[in-house]
């Protein structure tokens, strides 16, 4: 069975994110501490024991320390549940967490190669030394049985395709978007046959997107914002979802509509998004169209 936790909910800079005074960020400082959220992560497992780990987000020390199934196993001296970290995309928000893994646990490392090419021309990762900390490149729409550190099988099997977005901020101005700057996975329990989708920046849904999503038990879905220009509107930036490589979520909840979909959760939720409270018009839009948006440290039972 698929074992799945959601480590933290937020998109880039969580909530309160340290230099936003917006609506949601002041109200979270002030008297409204459930809006409060780490950067998006999830972890999931095929026999609660062993945990992957899709992406690595810079609050990834708290999210361990929150979530008791991370925690060393009893008794022991040095010991990790975490099994491995899958990494979607290049961006600060998925690969920083991977530094505060550096003290000498094994653990396999996966993304697309270019992702890969990010860390290796960055010498700060060589913390994590290669001999514990194996980099494994994902071939695109290619399934594989994902193993424990040491070999032995996790009962989980991985599959990477690409998805329309962008590529990582800070490369933005050196490199034009391509396949494998982000990604989306398919990750299957081989026993029951139960899978998920993790789609946590789309820019658009394509047929391909569709057909992925299409008789799956639950998908994480880009959920950075509730309309298109929100943050224009609000005066906190200068670019529009799309260009972000985000779609909005209420255009989401009409593209995958007719699509058959088990559970469907919004995750990467920008603190500028008003579906992020509870009495919101907007998140009332969503649970009416039969969609979740979690909180940190919820698990997600199929
Ligand atoms: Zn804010």
């Not at 008791?68 to 022991?76: E, K, S, V």
């Amino acid at each position: 069975m698929l074992s799945i936790v959601v480590l933290g909910t937020a998109a880039g800079g969580g909530v309160p994110q340290w230099n936003c005074g917006c609506a949601n960020c002041r109200s979270a400082r002030n008297g409204h501490p459930e809006l409060k959220s780490t950067q998006a992560s999830i972890a999931v497992s095929a026999d609660r024991e062993h945990w992957f780990l899709v992406n690595a987000s810079p609050d990834l020390r708290q999210q361990i320390t929150d979530n008791p199934i991370l925690h060393p196993r009893a008794g022991a001296l040095r010991h990790s549940p975490i099994a491995g970290v899958i990494l979607t995309n290049g961006e600060v928000d998925a690969v920083a967490g991977l530094l505060s893994l550096r003290e000498g646990t094994a653990f396999d490392l996966y993304a697309h190669s270019r992702v890969l090419t990010i860390l290796d021309d960055n010498p700060i990762f060589n913390v994590l030394r290669p001999n514990l900390v194996p980099r494994r490149a994902l071939q695109l729409d290619t399934t594989i049985d994902l193993p424990l550190p040491g070999g032995a099988p996790s009962g989980l099997t991985l599959e990477a395709f690409p998805v329309p977005g962008k590529v990582a901020l800070f490369l933005e101005d050196e490199s034009d978007t391509g396949e494998g700057d982000t990604l989306g996975l398919v990750i299957g329990d081989k026993a029951s046959g139960q899978r998920l989708v993790f789609l946590a920046a789309c820019a658009e849904v394509t047929p391909g997107i569709a057909e992925k999503l299409d008789g799956t038990d639950l998908v994480f879905f880009d959920g950075t914002l509730w309309r298109d220009n929100e943050m224009i509107e609000a005066g906190l930036g200068k670019k529009s979802g799309q260009r972000m490589g985000h779609i909005a979520m209420r255009d989401a909840i009409a593209a995958l509509g007719d699509i058959d979909i088990g559970k469907r959760v919004f995750l990467h939720i920008n603190n500028s998004n008003p579906a992020l409270r509870a009495d919101s018009p907007e998140r009332r839009a969503a649970a009416d169209a039969g969609w979740l948006v979690p909180a940190d440290g919820m698990e997600i039972k199929l």
